[in-house]
């Protein structure tokens, strides 16, 4: 099963930007379907951003236009790139992956459906 690590997770202001990325140790990562969560202590984690093989990507609505999910270019790494964040957007983020294709759109922001989780990495966006 692939190794995920992230990094990349800080405090910041709000209204600014962050880039967090994951790392992968299985050689055919770009053959995984790879997805951002997030998790605020206490409540379900939440489906923000999945990129597809194909590189199709799904964002949950909150996200749309802010947050942008992609692949390095050594296709060992992908990255959110956060901008205009909000307090809202404070939580613990995780790097999942599936191998192959992404679930199915009614499940495709379901944590279920993933099989490798990394460690997270924190976010705090202050007011």
């Known amino acids: 099963l692939v190794q995920l690590v992230e990094s990349g997770g800080s405090s910041v202001q709000s209204g600014g930007s962050l880039r967090l990325s994951c790392e992968g140790t299985?050689?055919?990562?770009?053959?995984?379907?790879l997805a951002w969560f997030r998790q605020v202590s206490g409540k379900e984690r939440e489906g923000v951003a999945v990129l597809g093989i194909d590189e199709k990507a799904t964002y949950v609505d909150s996200v749309k236009g802010r947050f942008t999910i992609s692949r390095g270019t050594n296709k060992h790494t992908v990255y959110l790139d956060m901008n205009n964040l909000i307090p809202e957007d404070t939580a613990m983020y995780y790097c999942?992956?599936?191998?192959?294709?992404?679930?199915?759109?009614?499940?495709?922001?379901?944590?279920?459906?993933?099989?490798?989780w990394g460690q997270g990495t924190q976010v705090t966006v202050s007011s």
């Open positions: 299985d050689p055919s990562w770009s053959s995984y379907c």
């Open positions: 999942a992956a599936v191998p192959l294709h992404c679930p199915p759109p009614l499940n495709i922001m379901s944590s279920a459906w993933y099989h490798a």
